[in-house]
């Protein structure tokens, strides 16, 4: 322990093991060479889950009380007991239990392989951003790399498996000149790190701070905002927006989240969609032309007398 103290500087020392008759006047002697001190010692009972607890400050002796029954306090100001060695004082006042939940684990054999029929003969891969993530079958088919499976893997990962090796390790040598992709490298079985997209909507934001600012700073408490905010005045729900996030949580999110103004406070609810999100580009597992997504949307448009008319 440094014994050198910053004058006017305030430390906290938590003393463990001090001897049950032992007054604060005592610590204080002991320890005077660090300073002014100010001492508070608590006991603790495992019995009956009472707490004795006596403040003094420097020479005040806080000795527990001789009599037997123990000074009550009230519930909402006690103390959790320490009740074995297993945690220290520190722990203790912290609130950590001795009895933590334990998350279910599964231990995997190691014979465990999975996807090998992919092995080199795929590319897996981070695209930049969402929009590239979408249009990535319309993007290869323009650069003639055709004939893929694109497969989505969450967050902006895919895994786009070829007819074969040399077809794999062609695209890997060639896409990152197009800038489609943060890393690019031919899958071999390796660990990618878990990331998952979530779209969130957000209902209860007052009219009056209904900016896409304030949806994406709300999106941002949950993860990196990828895809923003879109409410303009043209619309005619304005009771919710929603955002795009990349988290790294396994749960579902569904949150509060408050919104503060002025010392004003308001309360915003946060709830991730439930249906699973597949991006347009593997939607359908293979590359499609464009002219066939063109004529797709070309025909949504039509009535059912138009289309049973057309040739």
């Avoid at 004058?7 to 006047?25: T, W």
């Avoid at 007991?81 to 231990?107: D, M, P």
């Avoid at 990828?226 to 749960?251: E, M, Q, Y």
Wanted: net charge negative; hydrophobic share 40%; glycine share 6%.
């Amino acid at each position: 322990m440094n014994s050198k103290v910053t004058a006017g500087a305030l430390r906290c020392f938590f003393v463990a093991r001090i001897p049950e008759k032992c007054s604060s006047k005592d610590v204080a002697e002991i320890l005077a060479e660090f300073g002014e001190l100010r001492i508070n010692i608590a006991w603790f009972s495992a019995e009956n889950g009472e707490v004795w607890i006596n403040q003094g400050i420097n020479n005040i002796s806080t000795e527990k009380p001789k009599s037997q029954e123990p000074q009550r306090v009230p519930e909402d100001r006690r103390l959790k007991t320490f009740v074995s060695s297993a945690r220290s004082y520190v722990g203790t006042v912290a609130g950590e239990h001795l009895n933590q939940v334990k998350s279910k684990e599964v231990v995997v054999s190691e014979f465990v392989n999975a996807f090998n029929m992919f092995h080199d003969k795929a590319t897996v891969g981070r695209v930049k951003d969402l929009w590239t993530l979408r249009k990535l079958n319309v993007l290869m088919n323009e650069a003639e790399f055709r004939g893929p499976n694109i497969k989505y893997l969450g967050d902006l990962n895919v895994l786009i498996v070829f007819k074969s090796a040399l077809e794999a390790d062609f695209f890997r040598a060639n896409a990152p000149g197009f800038g489609w992709f943060h890393n690019l490298e031919l899958w071999k079985g390796q660990a990618i790190a878990f990331e998952r997209l979530a779209w969130l909507n957000i209902h209860g934001v007052p009219l009056h701070f209904s900016v896409n600012e304030v949806f994406d700073s709300i999106g941002r408490c949950f993860g990196k905002v990828i895809h923003a905010s879109r409410l303009n005045s043209d619309d005619k729900n304005l009771t919710f927006d929603c955002v795009g996030v990349l988290t790294g949580s396994v749960k579902r999110i569904e949150e509060e989240v408050v919104i503060s103004k002025e010392g004003k406070r308001y309360r915003a609810w946060v709830e991730e969609e439930r249906e699973d999100w597949v991006p347009d580009s593997v939607e359908d597992g293979n590359i499609r032309l464009e002219e066939e997504e063109e004529e797709e949307d070309r025909r949504d448009f039509l009535s059912d007398n138009e289309k049973e008319n057309e040739p």
